[in-house]
């Protein structure tokens, strides 16, 4: 058998038994690939491990950059009280669209508001509101802008809070000296300001699975 085939058997496997898709979460996959939404979404599996985060942070504020199809969002929404809030930063109209809707359907939209447009100008009219810290911050947009993302992220949180950047191995480019493409250049820039930061304490993990070979970067808050 395969690595691949391996990996998702095992994927398989744990989602049957630990984070099963309800009808929503189906629906949102289904209308997702429907509307032509590129197929990057994170597995069922990494959507209960946000959830689990934000339900351990006893998260009541989230924002997450970049929004796709709304999966995520409905994973990291669950997780929240009924005066909850998540704000989610999508670039395009058409995504947020299909996310707005998925999120209705899931009963969730009450607690969700989807900003449509490049994240690095709706994050400066995010701060300008003066919201109080958010207490989870997760990042999965363009990996070219990592490091302006997590600088933003750190403006947005205060002590306590969790930052998670989905997508940094690359395939393991992410240690190839070799590879100078911006996605692995921004993504170890990001990896080495949470080393470096006197705010962050942080660490990555790498994973296989549904989505093959990668890891998230997950950092606390810590002054």
Do not use: C
Not at 38 to 62: D, F, H, S, W, Y
Not at 87 to 111: F, K, M, P, Q
Request: aromatic fraction near 6%.
């Amino acid at each position: 058998m395969s690595d691949s085939r391996l990996w998702d058997d095992v994927d398989a496997y744990f989602t049957a038994r630990l984070a099963p898709e309800d009808d929503h979460l189906t629906a949102a996959l289904r209308d997702s690939e429907a509307a032509g939404l590129p197929p990057v979404n994170v597995t069922a599996a990494q959507g209960k491990l946000l959830q689990l985060l934000a339900e351990i942070q006893g998260a009541r504020t989230v924002l997450e950059i970049g929004t796709l199809g709304g999966y995520s969002t409905i994973w990291l929404a669950r997780a929240l009280p009924a005066d909850g809030r998540l704000i989610t930063l999508e670039y395009s109209a058409r995504h947020a669209e299909v996310a707005a809707r998925n999120l209705a359907r899931a009963g969730l939209d009450a607690l969700v508001d989807v900003r449509v447009g490049p994240a690095l100008e709706s994050l400066p009219k995010l701060a300008d509101e003066n919201p109080p810290p958010f207490d989870l911050v997760f990042i999965d947009a363009d990996k070219g802008n990592n490091p302006h993302y997590l600088e933003w992220a750190l403006r947005l949180t205060s002590t306590g809070s969790l930052i998670v950047i989905d997508n940094v191995v690359r395939g393991g480019r992410v240690a190839d000296a070799g590879d100078t493409g911006d996605d692995v250049r921004s993504t170890r820039a990001a990896i080495e300001m949470i080393g470096s930061h006197p705010r962050l304490s942080g660490t990555a993990v790498q994973t296989v699975g549904g989505k093959g070979y990668d890891g998230f970067a997950l950092a606390r808050v810590v002054d």
